[in-house]
């Protein structure tokens, strides 16, 4: 593990931490994130509150502590959904006959033509909003790229001399696909994923911040953003922190997962 | 004779690493001398210091590294760019990746001339068409408006050598030249180098391969490990070499004479050499058409008809596209014959499908050119043997003394299990394919290239080895190369494939010393041979 960047080792621990608030957010701050208090609304940071006050009197921070569990599933959650399909359309694309090819790759070009949070929001506009329809929409707007990648990496393990291989030995074709196929098409394509969970994240925020994803008053850093528009000559802290934990994740997330690529294709930096 | 170049001394260091450990050698006009040595000897990467490209980070020291009396050590990258392709010429290896996929042929040869001549444009379009024209290319003009992919691997070999000798330079550095080309295309290549020395201009070849070397140097020069082991006139050191290491290189080609001994240098195994047994495989007049891109249907293989029997070996010879792999597909039932048949122990492919097909591909395996490429690169060498073993119904709990079982059979242990193929040498690489192979107890192993990708010792250990595993298990391999010195040793038979068809076929004997077929007579002229030095 030697020759690692420090912004790497950096980038890391702050995703550490992001994971243990999210499973944990209690460890990380005291205070009710739903925690009413009319006396006390759009305070500046202080001892008391360490991020301010929001129009409700609730604490900003345990808002964005409390707020990491659902960025992160919408992140990780909604590439999940994208690998899982991408990869099983990818695969049988690659795989496929003429027409199951055509079909597939046809619907992602169309899927592609649009951009993906457009397409979120024509999956919420039938669905209905909320966190996990966001998840499921941003997750299946992702679909096409991955399905694009995918399918030209088994177009390529289909041919290759391991795949013809293991047929010789008499493996068969289902099995050929799953233990050789499969894996190596997917594996280039983790990485990329998490570089992925970044813009995702940032497209849950965004759904959220429409008002068309997490609803109020659970605690989520695109929905406080959106209120926060409403005050913000009067308290910047109650914008700029949320907006500062999602910069903050999608560049952790982003220097790790660049990391690991460069790190798969031999490369270190 | 003057020097045209001298090096004296030479070290070059990656790092702490020294790859060549103070060499000295000269090149006189008119003179060609060979730098020959297997992977790692450092052979190319003194090429590429020659010409100023030996690549980042490394340190370069020499006592004297002169060309035509100027010091190459002190030189800039701008007054390299004169002398490179001006003055020295530089031959790459593979055509295919040396020459730009999307440019033209003649556009490649234009900016040599632009760079290194005063001519204009009209004269230089003259000059190219002359140039193409003098390597031996037809059609110059065609030719020259043509994409490297639209050409022949000999005749982008050739607009290779002509963009090197554009510039007029009065030294050519080729690097494995004739390597990736087949024996009638390498012939031509070598004569068109001959031509260019016979023109008074020097030539240092680099090569693994001394057959090659002999036929066209005047003096050789044998590396190893960095430094030069010997070094004297060609005939000198192919007749009487003063080195061991250079007797070893010697033995280790397979030819003619070496039939029937040990090329490694190790001891063969027990016992004589089982006669042949039953047929294993009987292939019928199968012919096989694939579509091209225009469309155009096109016999890959035409009524082709061969047995193979118990401990035989029957190689099959040709050059690219003559149909060799696709034979040796249809044989291991991964591509369908579109008429004729072939059985496997009775069995014909045709006749069984799903599970029984699967059970029959148990009995005929096949080995790869390339070891590496033909493993998931995932999987250590244990995973690839249990994999193998699991699909041969070998019972989980016995699977891991039969896959070491397997390994002590090819030369490795129980140590190489955990490996990754990456982490293996080539020739281990190529050992645990045939363990692969094996592993299902096969009747018949398709060898495919197998030891085209390896250094003539590697290539002499493996040849060894698929001798051994005859002796003790009776297989029979199907034996496919371009390299008729190696087919000539390892096999008992031969077909000889041109287009598609077998133009000959008999025992290795009879068609490589009485050869009926003139194209046959062809191939064995222009194999390169040591005792033409």
Known sequence: MKGIRPGVWLAALVLVLLVAAALAPHLFTGQDPLAVDSARTLQPPSAEHLLGTDENGRDVYSRIVFGTRTSL???????????????????????????????????????????????????????????????????????????????????????????????????????????????????????????????????????????????????????????????????????????????????SVTVVGRWLRLRSEGRTS | MTAVLRVENLRIGFGAGTVVDGI?????????????????????????????????????????????????????????????????????????????????????????????????????????????????????????????????????????????????????????????????????????????????????????????????????????????????????????????????????IPAEHTKGTRLSGTPAPPGERRPPGDVVIRVDAVTKSFRGPDGVARQAVRDVSFTLRAAETVGIVGESGSGKTTTARIALGLTEPDSGSVQVGGQAWSEVTGRDRRALRRSVQVVYQDPLASFDPRYTVAKVLDEALAVAAVPRERRRDRAVELLELVGLDARHLPRRPLQLSGGQRQRVAVARALAPRPAVIVCDEPVSALDVSVQAQVLDLLDDVQRRTGVAYLFISHDLGVVHHACDRVLVMKDGQVVEQGPVETVFTSPEHPYTRELIAAIPRLTAA
């Not at chain 2, 210091?49 to 690549?55: D, Q, R, S």
Request: charged share 20%; proline share 5%; hydrophobic share 50%.
């Open chain 2, 24 to 252: 000295s050698f000269e090149v006189r006009r008119g003179e060609c001398l060979a730098l020959v040595g297997e992977s790692g000897s450092g052979k190319s990467v003194t090429a590429r210091t020659l010409v100023g490209l030996t690549g980042d980070g490394a340190t370069v020291r020499a006592d004297a590294l002169t060309f035509d009396g100027r010091d190459l050590t002190r030189l800039r990258e701008r007054d390299w760019r004169a002398i490179r392709g001006g003055r020295i010429g530089f031959v790459l290896q593979d055509a295919l990746v040396s020459l730009d996929p999307l440019r033209r042929v003649g556009k490649e040869i234009d900016e040599v001339l632009a760079a290194h001549t005063p001519l204009s444009r009209r004269a230089r379009a003259e000059r190219i068409a002359e140039l193409l024209a003098q390597v031996g290319v037809p059609e110059p003009g065609l030719r020259a408006r043509q994409l490297p992919h639209e050409l022949s691997g000999g005749l982008r070999q050739r607009a290779l050598i002509a963009t090197a000798i554009a510039g007029e330079p009065e030294l050519i550095i080729a690097d494995e030249p004739t390597t990736a080309l087949d024996v009638t295309v390498q012939a031509q290549v070598l004569d068109l180098l001959a031509k260019l020395k016979s023109e008074d201009r020097s030539l240092l070849i680099i090569s693994h391969d001394l057959a090659v070397v002999s036929r066209l140097a005047d003096r050789v020069a044998v590396m190893k490990d960095g430094r030069i082991v010997e070094q004297g006139p060609v005939h000198q050191v192919l007749r009487a070499p003063a080195h061991d290491y250079t007797r070893s290189l010697l033995a280790a």
């Open chain 1, 73 to 251: 599933l919408l992140g990780f959650g909604a590439i999940a959904i994208a690998l899982v399909g991408g990869g099983l359309l990818g695969v049988l694309a690659g795989l496929g006959n003429r027409f199951v090819e055509g079909l597939i790759m046809r619907l992602s070009d169309v899927g592609l033509a649009f951009p993906e949070l457009l397409l979120a929001l024509v999956v919420i506009t039938v669905a209905g909003g909320g966190t996990w329809n966001a998840l499921v929409a941003i997750g299946v707007a992702n679909i096409p790229n991955y399905a694009r990648v995918v399918r030209a990496q088994t177009l390529s393990i289909r041919r290759s001399t391991y795949v013809e291989a293991a047929h010789a030995l008499g493996l068969s074709g289902p099995r050929v696909v799953l233990r050789h196929v499969l894996p190596n098409a997917v594996k280039p394509v983790l990485i990329l994923a998490t570089i992925g969970v970044g813009t995702a994240l940032v497209a849950g925020s965004a759904l959220s911040f429409l008002g068309l994803g997490t609803p109020p008053p659970e605690p989520e850093w695109g929905s406080m953003l959106s209120t926060a528009r409403n005050f913000i000559s009067r308290a910047w802290w109650y914008g700029v922190f949320p907006g500062a934990a999602i910069t903050l994740t999608v560049i």
